[in-house]
């Protein structure tokens, strides 16, 4: 059974920048037949997508966010991470990781979601 | 880039009917498929629908879904309403480069 899992600070101060890293258990990152991917959500309020890596590195990055995020991939410990740059309030929000399947590869839901983890920005 | 439109909320009586709509702003909404998403209090989200009717194995037949290109819209339609259905539902879509989630509907069990 695939489990992802969060882990990074759950506070980070404002300006500074934001760093998680989501460990794939059950199951390799290098599948050709997967994405996988950053979700956000802020308290009561609903999901955005953040970023997408396939396992050769390719990404793709909400607009909205762009300039201030970084996903990467570690093949060797089977583990995504998030980096997002001068953080404010506004990132409040907890953060899930997940895999989705590539068009006519897989299924194109996101079958699997990480627990989710709240990170708070605050001085 | 597109945007997926949502009811903010819908209610009704245990054992109705309700559907939810998730409208395209821009391109079609047959040129990529839709997903549809259950989100209860705490908890990550799971999938209801995937690729615009799929049901999943252990998602009850009482969870449909639908797209129609002359509204530009899916739908989510959950019929014999019961308690444990209360919830927000996300509608969600993709295209060459984006994911994009419609902004949730709260069912309501009256």
């Known amino acids: 059974q695939l489990q992802l899992q969060e882990s990074g600070p759950g506070l980070v101060k404002p300006s500074e920048t934001l760093s998680l890293t989501c460990t794939v258990s059950g199951g390799s990152i290098s599948s050709t037949s997967y994405y996988w991917g950053w979700i956000r959500q802020p308290p009561g309020k609903g999901l955005e997508w953040i970023g997408t890596?396939?396992?050769?590195?390719?990404?793709y990055y909400n607009p909205s966010l762009k300039s201030r995020v970084t996903i990467f991939v570690d093949t060797s410990k089977n583990q995504f991470s998030l980096k997002l740059s001068s953080v404010t309030a506004a990132d409040t929000a907890v953060y899930y990781c997940a895999r989705r399947g590539v068009p006519w590869m897989a299924t194109t839901n996101i079958d699997y979601w990480g627990q989710g983890t709240l990170v708070t920005v605050s001085s | 880039n597109f945007m997926l439109t949502q009811p903010h909320s819908v209610s009704e009586s245990p054992g109705k009917t309700v559907t939810i709509s998730c409208t395209r702003s821009s391109g079609s909404i047959a040129s990529n498929y839709v997903q549809w998403y259950q989100q209860r209090p705490g908890s990550a989200p799971t999938t209801v629908i995937y690729?615009?009717?799929?049901?999943p194995s252990g998602v009850p037949d009482r969870f449909s879904g639908s797209i129609d290109s002359s509204s530009n819209s899916a739908s989510l339609t959950i019929s014999g309403l019961r308690t444990e259905d209360e919830a927000d539902y996300y509608c969600q879509s993709y295209d060459s480069s984006n994911v994009v989630f419609g902004g949730g509907t709260k069912v309501t069990v009256l």
């Open positions: 890596i396939y396992y050769s590195g390719s990404t």
């Open positions: 690729e615009d009717n799929q049901r």
